[in-house]
């Protein structure tokens, strides 16, 4: 597997990461928590430069599509990049593409994020998904501590077929989209964390230099380092059961240890408001317990693996 | 040994027979915001002074029962099998400031403070930790300079729980800047109404107001509100500190089978043989802890050595962070309920939110010592290892 980015690639990138510092980061999401919103202004932003069509694009393809999402969710976006840039193309034709949509499974309960903002909602329904447009759709917004805007979804109208076999494929790469966004949100609470750590001094040294604290640190990054890896191969090779699987079982894993790390090493500071930690750390108890969470991903794995 | 004896029966069926009488009903409905709360707490805590139930744990003679552990025990029990309020806004008087007192507080101070304590006239706080001390406490700053028969203190707290409700604070201060840092802490009562204190609420990753920073400027405390000796307040918040981790995890215990059998409900709904396990895992952990806290307490001299209360602390709130994680991961994103006033956030019961209660569970691994600073006081004290290599012997 060629894991090297082209020129062009890693172009489309700096520039997505240039728009991002300066479109996205923690004063937005802050502005767009106590608003109560997503941000439609960076997804404009984002599609017109056409970022979230890099899928469909031969030489920057799924890869660079993966990258992007992560890119925005260590940059604290709060728009629904995987699911537009990742999800919607494997399934909706390229000239039918909505800006703004999220993806509901009617094998689980419970909210959606961003179902409020949408305007359509990919609704996986077993092997196919239906495309409902905002019409088709009411939902009551969910008072949250999980980071994300969440509402609770009921459809109406029949939504339009996405064809045979479009509910699994559109699973595959949410799952793939999830792994992304969970690398890049629990890298910008890991990159905080180790920020505080080297310049709080407690005991005459920065906590930095304890090695007891030094390897938690280290754990914790292997484990991101290693979701985001298994993320991009998985959008590398087209989103395959096993692998898609696997990185969402990764990285729902190193969600869950990163959570308990960032907090525990940051101290009191983590547990307030008005410390940037938990604009990046709230978000992966989402990312975790989406689609099924872990249980769901881990069966899609053995079925995946070993046809079980 | 794992009975009541005679008289250990005959104090649960007069406690409870108390309760049955006096315990009220239909309080929760009520208490829906901090300050109904408070008044109901407040409200019950007179009923249980006026018939002697109130600081079981203090000696007679200031109005409390002498009663042992398994009796402390046996009314845990109790409160929660009758669903009576706990009595959580006042428990740093009750517990903390009370054990304190008892300990090292002079005879005119129990006499001056306890009686209040007693009748939920007065809420207090701990302003132990500051911006640059937190796990090294002892590097502390807020100055205090003895002026004549007063003390003048400038300086600053933080995380200081509920001090913004609070009438009184258990204060430690920088007496002597020049000796090596335990040797120069002086530990003083504050009267927060006293001027030059400000009082500035941090709002928590809840919303909520849990916590907050204290300004000093300048503000006189009378030497005859200082607990113990001058620079003596290291050894004497040991013991303030120690009962944080002692017999105060009696109602957590409560709460934590409360879960258990929430998340049994849940496994059950889910149906597999995984799900159960998790359930019945977590059943027999608090069963372990259950065990553990009573044993410890029961056979240990508490309170005088931090060092069981240690092993519990770490225990207890490292497993109820794994239980309501599992317990997240079971109720998926309808684990959702945010920040309501009504959700008390130290009571004994739980609420049925998995995600206030995984929250909270956070602060449990930080507060009172963190978890990594009760690892290494076990390693060094309880194991006998060698102790953390400590760079600054004397303060910079
Ligand atoms: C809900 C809540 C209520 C609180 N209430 C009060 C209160 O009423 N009054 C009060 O005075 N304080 C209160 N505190 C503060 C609490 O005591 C401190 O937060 C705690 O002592 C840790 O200090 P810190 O937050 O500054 O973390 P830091 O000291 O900055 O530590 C950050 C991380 O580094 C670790 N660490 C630090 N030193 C070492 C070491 N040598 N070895 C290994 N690991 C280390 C810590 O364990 C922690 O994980 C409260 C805290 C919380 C969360």
């Avoid at chain 1, 999402?69 to 709060?78: F, G, I, K, S, V």
């Avoid at chain 1, 949100?185 to 964390?193: E, F, K």
């Avoid at chain 2, 002086?186 to 009267?191: E, N, R, V």
């Amino acid at each position: 597997m060629e894991m090297t980015l082209s020129p062009t690639q890693q172009a489309v990138l700096d520039a997505c990461t240039t728009a991002l510092g300066r479109a996205a980061g923690p004063a937005r999401a802050r502005e767009l928590r106590s608003a109560g919103g997503a941000d439609d202004r960076l997804l404009t932003l984002l599609g017109e430069a056409g970022y979230l069509d890099v899928a469909l694009d031969e030489e920057s393809g799924p890869l660079t599509a993966v990258l992007i999402t992560e890119l925005a969710a260590r940059h604290l976006a709060l728009a629904p990049v995987g699911a537009r840039s990742l999800v919607a193309p494997a399934v909706i034709a390229a000239e039918q593409l909505p800006e703004f949509v999220t993806i509901m499974d009617l094998a689980f309960g419970g909210p959606v994020r961003y179902a409020a903002q949408s305007e359509a909602l990919i609704v996986l329904d077993g092997h196919d998904a239906r495309l409902f447009t905002a019409a088709e759709y009411t939902t009551t917004a969910v008072e949250t501590l999980f980071g994300y805007p969440l509402a609770r979804v009921e459809l109406q109208g029949g939504g339009v077929d996405l064809g045979a076999g479009s509910g699994d494929v559109a699973r595959r790469w949410w799952r793939v989209a999830i792994a992304a966004e969970i690398a890049g949100t629990a890298r910008a609470a890991l990159d905080l964390t180790i920020d505080h750590m080297q310049g709080r001094v407690q005991f005459g040294k920065p906590l930095s230099a304890l090695q007891a604290l030094q390897h938690r640190v280290i754990e914790t990054h292997v484990l991101i380092e290693g979701a985001m890896w298994m993320a991009r191969e998985a959008a590398y090779h087209g989103a395959p059961a096993e692998s898609s699987s696997s990185a969402a079982v990764a990285a729902v894993e190193a969600a869950g240890r990163t959570l308990f790390e960032v907090h525990q090493l940051s101290g009191s500071i983590g547990f307030t408001d008005e410390y940037d930690l938990t604009l990046s750390s709230l978000r992966l108890q989402t990312l975790r317990t989406e689609a099924g969470g872990m249980a769901a991903h881990s069966r899609a794995l053995v079925a995946g693996r070993w046809g079980a | 040994m794992f009975d009541d004896d005679a008289d250990l029966q005959a104090f649960r069926l007069r406690y409870r027979e108390f309760l049955h009488e006096f315990a009220p009903h239909g309080w929760r409905a009520h208490a829906t915001t901090t300050d109904a709360t408070l008044d109901i707490q407040r409200s019950w805590l007179r009923t249980l002074a006026a018939h002697g139930w109130a600081a079981p744990h203090w000696p007679a003679e200031y109005g409390g029962m002498d009663a042992t552990l398994a009796e402390q025990i046996v009314m845990q029990q109790e409160n929660s099998r009758a669903g009576a309020p706990a009595v959580t806004m006042f428990g740093m008087a009750l517990v903390h400031a009370a054990a304190t007192l008892l300990e090292f507080g002079s005879e005119e101070q129990r006499r001056r403070h306890l009686p209040h304590i007693l009748q939920g006239d007065e809420i207090w706080c701990q302003g132990f930790s500051e911006p640059g001390a937190g796990s090294d406490l002892a590097a502390l700053s807020t100055r205090a300079v003895r002026d004549g028969d007063r003390y003048i203190v400038n300086g600053q707290k933080i995380w200081s729980s509920g001090a913004d409700r609070a009438d009184r604070c258990l204060l430690l201060c920088r007496t002597d800047p020049d000796v090596p840092k335990h040797q120069g802490i002086t530990f003083l009562l504050l009267d927060l109404r006293s001027p030059g204190i400000e009082i500035r609420p941090i709002v928590s990753l809840l919303g909520s107001g849990e916590f907050c920073e204290v300004f000093m400027t300048d503000v006189v405390v009378p030497v005859t509100d200082r607990v113990g000796e001058e620079n003596e307040g290291w050894h004497i918040c040991q013991t303030t500190l120690s009962t944080e981790r002692g017999p105060y995890l009696l109602p957590v215990v409560n709460k934590l089978r409360d879960e258990c059998a929430a998340m049994w409900t849940m496994a059950e709904a889910i149906g597999t043989d995984h799900a159960a396990q998790v359930a019945a895992g977590f059943h027999a952990e608090v069963a372990i802890l259950s065990e553990l806290i009573d044993r410890t307490l029961l056979q240990a001299a508490f309170g005088k050595s931090g060092n069981e209360s240690s092993i519990l602390k770490v225990y207890y709130s490292e497993l109820s962070q794994r239980l309501t994680t599992a317990a997240l991961e079971m109720a998926g994103l309808d684990a959702q309920l945010a920040w309501t006033e009504a959700f008390d956030l130290n009571s004994d019961t739980f609420d049925g939110s998995w995600g206030l209660s995984h929250y909270w569970s956070w602060s449990w691994t930080i507060a009172g010592g963190s978890n990594e600073i009760q690892r290494n006081i076990i390693g060094e004290r309880v194991l006998g290892l060698p102790r953390e290599p400590r760079p600054e012997a004397r303060r910079s």
